[in-house]
């Protein structure tokens, strides 16, 4: 998914439904202040760098998710089941303070079979 100027108000609302996050965890996840995420939306300023990969990866995530369950209900219950692989958060914990690698980890797990 490419993310232009004119739509990243729309991807960060898209990701909160998504994932059945808050903005707190979109703030966690993407290791920036609550200021910062409200000027993104309001297009007052752009992520830079460390912001957009981690961003990227966030939205990898999100389209995994998507790839792997059936429907956008299980992909929101997904992420509030506390798991074992992520030291029993919940997946959205996880992102909240900025462990997306983890999450993925977990994925990876699932989708090779390995229940999680």
């Known amino acids: 998914m490419v993310t232009t100027l004119f739509d990243l ?5 898209q990701l909160e439904t998504d994932l059945g996050a808050t903005s707190e965890a979109l703030v966690g996840a993407l290791a920036i202040n609550p ?22 990866a966030l939205i990898a995530l999100r389209d995994r998710l998507n790839d ?6 299980v ?3 997904w992420m509030q089941h506390p798991h074992r ?7 959205l914990d996880a992102v909240k303070v900025g462990r997306i690698d983890a999450v993925e980890r977990a994925m990876e797990a699932l989708d ?5």
Do not use: H, K, N
């Open 85 to 91: 692989m992520l030291g029993g958060l919940t997946p």
């Open 35 to 56: 200021r910062t995420l409200q000027r993104w939306r309001e297009g007052d300023a752009l992520p830079q760098a460390a912001s957009r990969v981690r961003l990227q």
């Open 9 to 13: 108000s729309t991807v960060l609302a």
């Open 112 to 116: 090779s079979g390995i229940f999680v």
């Open 68 to 73: 792997t369950f059936a429907s956008p209900e």
């Open 75 to 77: 992909v929101r219950a």
